[in-house]
Each structure stands twice: as C-alpha cells, then as structure tokens.
C-alpha cells in the first residue's frame, strides 16, 4: 500500500523545498514532497540563475555563505556540476557617488566581520570588464560567485533526495493545511497526506498556506523578467550588476547574454502565466546599450518572466513558525532565493532534525509580519 | 489599401490587427474592412500570398503551366483588398502579441529595422503552416533542404535547383513540387516515397468523402503526372543524406536493402503543420490532433482561441489547405465583427451561411488524405542516435533519448535546461515536434501527455538595438504625464 504519512511533508517543489527534501532525507527522515506542477517550474526554474553573495542584505548574508560553501561542490552534493561556473560578479560603479556608497558597503561588511566582497578601482574593473564603458570608475567584485542553470539544478537537487528515498510527488496540487491530532493533515488534488512536520516552500503560493495556519503574510507574486540574445563573440566572464539602475548582466559559456535585473511584467498566478512588459524591458536594453556597446547589435532571441514571491522587505520567510509546533516557513525569497537553495534546506533540515542551528537567521521570522509590535518594538 | 513602407506611418491603434497576408489574412483583411473595421494587415514578405500563392503580384514565372491553375486563384485575393482601407505592412515582423491592460491586445511590430509596440482590440492570427521537420542522418549538409524551400526560390525567384536533384517524402505537395519542379526545368534523378503501405488500410475508411471532394480529381492528375514523367521509389522506410561538406548523395532503404542514390541537391518533405510559435507565445490553448499529428490551437467554429479576441484561423489552426484557409479568414472576421457590435449574432450566422457550406466542401476528403499521408514512426522520431534534431543547438536524437530516460526527464520544457534544444533562435519550430516523439517514445507515453514547449515572444528575434530604441506608447507617456 503506498505510503501517505512521512516525517516530514515539504509542499513546492523549487530549489528550496527540493534541497529541504534532499537535506532531511540525507538525516535519515522519510519525506513526502508535494509539487502542483513539476519541480522547478516557477522561480527556481526560470530565473536568471546568479549564485552571487555580492550585494547581499546583511541578514541573509549567513544563510548565503553556509549555501556558497556548498555551491562550490553541488557535485559531490547531487551528482550533477548544475552547469554552475565561478568566474565572479561584479558591481559595477557609474559614477563617484555610486563608488563612494561601494566603498561605504565593503566597509561597513568589514566591520562585520564579512570579507566576501572587495572594492576594485577602474584598472581593475577594466581588466575584469573589458567590455564596460570607459565611464565606469570601479566597483565590488565577489570572487566566488557565478552562475549555474536554474532548472537543471532544481532537478538535480530532486533526484538525489529521491535516490536517498524522499517521496516526490509532482502534479500534485496542495488545497488546504489543516491539524489532524499529532499530526497536520495536508488536503490535495490527490488525496491528503499526513505529517507531524511540514515545511512551506510553496513559493509565490505560500501565502495561502501560511493563511491556512492562521499567520497571514503580506506576499507580493512579482513577475521578474529576462531576456536572453543568441550567441555572441565571448567578450565577459563575470556577472556584472549595477546599483542605481536596475541591470544583471552575463555571458554563458555558449555565447548567449543573459539579460535581466528585475524589471518585473505581470502574474497570472491562478494560470501560471506572466505577461512581458516590453516599455519596461526596452529600458533594460537601453542600460545595456550604455553600457555595453558591443551589444547593441544582439539579437534577442527570447524573454520571459518567472511567477515569484517578495516580500514587503525583500527578505525571505525563514524559520519555524511562530503558532505551531511542527510548521517551517521557507519562502518569499524576493527574487534572490536561487543561490539560497542549497544552504537554506540544509539549515532547514539541522533546525527540523535538532531544533537549532549555528547559522544566524535572526531577522528572516515570519513574526516580523504576524506579531509587527513584538518583534519591532 | 495602403502600403505601409515605414514603421512610423503604423497607427497607434486598430480595431483588428491581422497577421499573415496569406489566404486567410487577406480574406479576414478585407472582410473586415469591408464591415468598416480599421484593419492592420502585417506581413513578413514584401509582397502578398503567402507561402501557397508567395509573389503572386511579383513572380517573374509566367508561363503559368509551371505552378499551376491553382497558384494564379491568389490573384482575386489580392484584388479583393484593394479597393478597402485595410492598411498593409508588408516586410513587418510581428514579435509579439500579448494582453494589454484595457482588454485589447498590444502587437510588437519590427519593420525596417525600427521595432513599435501598437495596440489593437482584437488580433486575427493567420500565420498559417510551417514543414514538419524531417530530420535524418546528414539533414544538415549544406543542398539539402526543405521541398518548401526550394518551392519559394521557384515562386519568389524563378530559381530551380541545379544539378541532379533528390526530392523525398510523404504527402501530396511532394507530388506536386515534383511536378512544377520539372517543369521548370530541373534535373530530378529520383521521387522517394516514404508514404508507409499499410496507410492505406486506415485512410479507405475515409475514402468515400475524399470520392466526392475536389481533391481527388486534382490529385489523380498531380500524382499521374509525377509518377509519369518521373523516377518514383515508393517504400522508402530509412534516408541518409551523405557526403562531407555538402550533399553528394542519399543512402535509401527500400524492402530491407540499401543503395545510394548520387545527387546535389535533396529536397526534404514530410507534409506541413500548423505554424504555432506565436499563438503559443500568446498564451492560447492548444492540444495534438492525433489525425494530423501535430500540436493544434484549440479553436471554436468561429475559430476563436481560449483567449477572447485573439482568433486563429487558416492551416495555422489546423491543416486544411488553401481555399478552406481563405473561408476560414472570412468566419473569423465575421465573428470579429460580432464581438465589435457591428454584427448581431444572427446576422454573423447568416452571412457566415454560403462560407460554411463552401468550407465543408473543401475540407470533404482532407481526412482521407491526413490518414493516407501520416509520416512513418522512423521519420517522426528518427531511430539513429547521430541524426542532430535540434539544428540551432545541434542536439542529436541519441541525446534526446538518454536524457529522458536516464535523467528521467519527462517533458520537452524540462529537457531544454540539460541540452538546450528549442532554446536557439529558432525557439523549436524545427525540433519542438521530434523532441516531443523521442521523449514520448523513451516514458511510452503520448504526446498529449509529453506537451510542448512554452514558447517565448520575440517569436522572431529583434535586435537589442530595435529595443532600446522603442518608442514609448500613448499610454506610457500618459502615465508620465499623470
């Protein structure tokens, strides 16, 4: 008889709920995962797929260390390299002003004790971006970062918590959250489930269960949008971002650009559709027509957008919840939760296994916005 | 009518934007024009026809033996259109077509080398059919290419292949470019038919309409002209084009033995399907017609999609040829005129009345011809590994198959992310439907189970220069202004 009851239940499929998976299955908990469509298909599948430290706000800075560490052996971790590539990413200053608030940045991170993110002068950024426009007087370079492919990452993360035995159930829709005695009971499109644990990595749909446990959170679906050119003649290594417009910026080993920076279109969540928002992206391309002039004759060969969830202080959800025992909040990861994967279900799966963990996620509760005069006196 | 030459000479709105000067373009074109509507009528090609009457007010072909009776029928189309107010953008790329946010549609235009965004309240799609892809060992060797291809350089150019040339497939055009190809003069060496025999068991249950259509008369003359004049091989099961560098000849398999035939040029035909990048791109529904065996919009009689006013209609809905493409085109826009109020659904009903009987007539007997002409299973997701079916991002058939079994990849959306197929410019019109077969072939599931990929605007791609340089719409600038 198959078997409906686990350890643990993780509902959605992304990077996060796949890697949550993986890391409880890896402790020796059974595990149900519960995907409406198949793993990877919202944001963790069609993202622009930055593993980047850089530019980091100071609250998920642990979280993405503890993750970089392992980025840097997904192999060993889920028999597959993910397609990821370290060759850096790089802030790029367009100005004075814009180099003063980097210098202030790495300064304030030293202080911190952080040391991932190194202030570079022009010289530098010339020999890092060849290709930038002569404007530029410098910038932040993390050494570490890359890139890698989102999807295939997502399903690599799958397989291997499904080769340690985690039960992956894709085209299975969650419809309510409710208690059951000792348990949760988890209702779908395919019958319920039964847990004392659940994890919410629900994604751009994780609102709706945070309100089923009675801790409603003011989630924003967002729509952001890429646009990707056909091959081009090598010209950069890094991923370039920017600080004051809006622009992520790199090379694949193929040639092709990938465009993007958060310009965001319109979410159909009920359909699992966006709407592109080409005035916006026309902006996008005109940074890069600045920019970039070795661009300007690209072709663009495709944009889309991902359905994704921000929050309203672009931080993610993370933790325990703050009503019930046995309930795990790990979403609204605001449009930078890829590069997050890996660390957060291993941290995670520590907190579900032991109750605690090292890695500092103090500001990441989702008391922030259920008890707002508690937790922000 | 009014040539539009420059992208800037394009309104800011239309009542109805048609896309494909074609059969069913124009036909919905000048219907509606007719009904008062303001009509865009945006084309790829400098002039109009389509791909079934391509260059038909240009040709340098004047014999008109060459291509036929039928072929000089899309003159009347064109003429149609004239006297109306239908503003025509030939040589205009549309890229895109989305919802915009006061219920009507907003088109990406390229025309050029400027790109525009416009808007419209109800969008005709008529980009009719495309070739099924038809990839075998060496399809890629430059003197192969599609019978369409060499069907267009004919029409648009007077140009015939030079050299012995090949022709191979399945389905009537084969026999038809066969024959206008000879007579224009070209050298052909040999007619491979890969039609599978036992076709004929389950086409004779359709073939008492197909007794009573207008195809059978026109297709008896087609098949006996070309199988009288030219070297016919029927039962081809296996086809390799070889040579390094370029095509020197085809290795054919006929009753289990194999020879090669010398050539150069091959000419590569398995039936056409509907073109559907940008009605999928649209977001419209769409589901695989299991006669035809190809992904198909979901449309109503009206040819209406799921997503309401975006109608599509001609062979870019279904494959029913070029006068059912016409008809088509006429419903649609008498539907449009509905939606717009210019018609009561009463009136639509009875003006639509000789059209639908028309259409009935032309579409008897097309069943009999689908089931005749359904590709084999080899040439729809060919057996041998190193045959490339991804041509943008040379991924092979063996590639396909591991990956959907050993990384349990079930889906074509899913295998983009390990090989990238459907992913080059070309955004799978050329392996979308063979990557489909493998994988469906590899989890023994259909291809309704499988599905297709979600495809992404610009359906053609537009340079980052077009881009950046868009002009701002009306409406942008009234939300700066506000």
Redesign the interface.
């Known amino acids: 008889m198959e078997c409906r009851s686990a350890d643990v239940i993780v509902i959605g499929g992304g990077i996060h709920g796949c890697s949550t998976a993986l890391n409880c299955a890896m402790r020796g908990l059974s595990v149900i995962l519960l995907e409406k469509d198949?793993a990877?298909r919202h944001a963790s599948?069609v993202n622009a797929g930055g593993v980047r430290q850089l530019a980091r706000h100071v609250a998920e800075i642990p979280l993405s260390n503890a993750s970089m560490a392992l980025w840097h052996r997904i192999e060993d971790l889920v028999d597959d390299d993910c397609g990821f590539t370290c060759d850096g990413q790089v802030l790029v200053a367009e100005d004075e002003e814009d180099l003063d608030t980097c210098r202030a940045r790495v300064d304030d991170l030293t202080l911190r004790g952080f040391h991932h993110e190194e202030l570079i002068d022009a010289a530098e950024l010339r020999r890092l971006v060849p290709a930038v426009s002569d404007l530029c007087p410098g910038g932040v370079i993390s050494r570490r970062d890359g890139a890698a492919?989102?999807?295939?990452a997502t399903?690599a993360f799958k397989?291997k918590a499904a080769s340690l035995g985690a039960d992956i159930r894709e085209g299975v829709r969650v419809t309510r959250v409710v208690r059951d005695g000792a348990n949760w009971r988890v209702e779908t499109d395919n019958g319920f489930f039964l847990s004392p644990r659940i994890v919410n990595t629900a994604g751009a749909w994780a609102d709706r269960i945070a309100a089923d446990l009675g801790e409603p959170v003011p989630l924003e679906v967002i729509a952001p949008m890429l646009m990707?050119?056909?091959a081009m003649p090598a010209f950069i290594k890094p991923v370039v971002i920017l600080r004051r417009r809006k622009l992520s910026f790199k090379q694949f080993g193929?040639g092709t650009v990938l465009?993007g920076g958060g310009y965001l279109g319109r979410a159909i969540r009920d359909e699992n559709?966006t709407?592109?928002d080409?005035?916006k992206?026309?902006t996008n391309?005109?940074t890069?027509?600045d920019l970039f002039p070795v661009?300007?004759?690209?072709?663009?060969?495709?944009?889309?957008a991902g359905i994704e969830a921000r929050m309203p202080d672009d931080l993610p959800v993370f933790g325990p919840s703050a009503r019930h025992e046995g309930v795990y909040h790990q979403f609204g990861f605001s449009a930078h939760g890829f590069q997050l994967g890996p660390g957060a279900g291993a941290v995670m799966a520590e907190i579900i296994a032991t109750g605690s963990t090292n890695v500092p996620i103090d500001g990441l509760q989702i008391s922030r916005f259920t008890h707002p005069r508690e937790s922000r006196p | 009518m009014i040539t539009l030459t420059a992208i800037d000479q394009i309104a800011e709105h239309y009542d109805i934007a048609v896309v494909g000067a074609g059969p069913t373009g124009l036909a919905a074109a000048a219907r509606a024009a007719e009904l008062g509507l303001s009509v865009l009528l945006a084309d790829e090609n400098p002039s109009p026809g389509g791909q079934i009457y391509r260059a038909i007010t240009t040709t340098p072909v004047t014999q008109r033996g060459v291509l036929g009776e039928d072929y000089w029928k899309g003159g009347a189309l064109v003429d149609r259109l004239w006297p109306t107010n239908t503003a025509y953008a030939p040589g205009c790329t549309v890229w895109s077509v989305a919802p915009d946010e006061v219920g009507g549609f907003e088109l990406g235009l390229s025309l050029g080398g400027q790109a525009r965004l416009v808007a419209t309240d109800q969008v005709i799609l008529a980009t009719g059919a495309q070739e099924r892809p038809f990839p075998i060992p060496g399809w890629t060797l430059p003197g192969v290419m599609t019978a369409g291809a060499a069907q267009i350089a004919l029409k648009a150019s007077g140009l015939v292949p030079s050299g012995r040339t090949v022709i191979a497939g399945c389905g009537p055009l084969l026999y038809l470019l066969a024959g206008q190809l000879a007579a224009a003069g070209a050298n052909i060496v040999a007619v491979l038919d890969t039609m599978p025999r036992r076709n004929w068991l389950s086409a004779l249950a359709a073939l008492p309409d197909f007794l009573r259509s207008p195809y059978l008369a026109k297709g008896l003359k087609l098949m006996a002209a070309a199988r009288g004049k030219l070297p016919f091989r029927t039962g081809v099961t296996a086809l390799a084009a070889e040579g390094s560098g370029k095509v020197t000849g085809v290795s054919v398999t006929r009753g289990g033995r194999t020879k090669t035939i010398a050539c150069d040029a091959l000419l590569l035909h398995q039936g056409v399907i509907p073109g559907i990048n940008l009605s999928n791109a649209a977001g419209c529904a769409q589901h695989f017609d299991h006669v035809q065996l190809c992904w198909t919009p979901t449309v109503d009689d009206w040819f209406a999609s799921s997503i309401p006013g975006i109608a599509i209609a001609g062979d870019g809905a279904g494959i029913g040829g070029a006068e059912s493409a016409a008809l088509r085109g006429e419903l649609a826009s008498l539907d449009a005129a509905r939606r717009f109020g210019r018609l009561t659904p009463v009136q639509r009903d009875e003006m639509a009345g000789p059209t639908r009987i028309a259409l009935a007539r032309s579409l008897r007997g097309r069943r009999f011809l689908d089931l005749l002409y359904r590709p084999a299973g080899a040439f729809l997701a060919p057996p041998a590994d190193e045959t490339i079916v991804c041509r943008c991002e040379e991924v092979t058939a063996g590639q396909i198959r591991d990956t959907a079994s050993r990384l349990g990849v079930t889906g074509p959306n899913q295998m983009k992310a390990f090989l990238r197929c459907g992913m080059g410019p070309c955004q799978g019109r050329l392996c979308g439907p063979t990557v489909v077969e493998l994988i469906a072939q590899a989890h023994g599931l259909s291809p309704t189970e499988v599905g297709y990929y979600r495809l992404r605007p610009p359906v053609k791609p537009i340079t980052l220069a077009e881009l950046a340089a868009l002009p701002p719409t009306e409406a942008a600038v009234k939300a700066v202004v506000r």
């Open positions: 198949h990877g599948g492919i989102p999807l295939r399903q397989r990707i050119t056909a193929n465009i559709r709407v592109l080409w005035g992206l026309a391309a005109r890069v027509w661009m300007r004759a690209a072709p663009i060969a495709r944009a889309w």
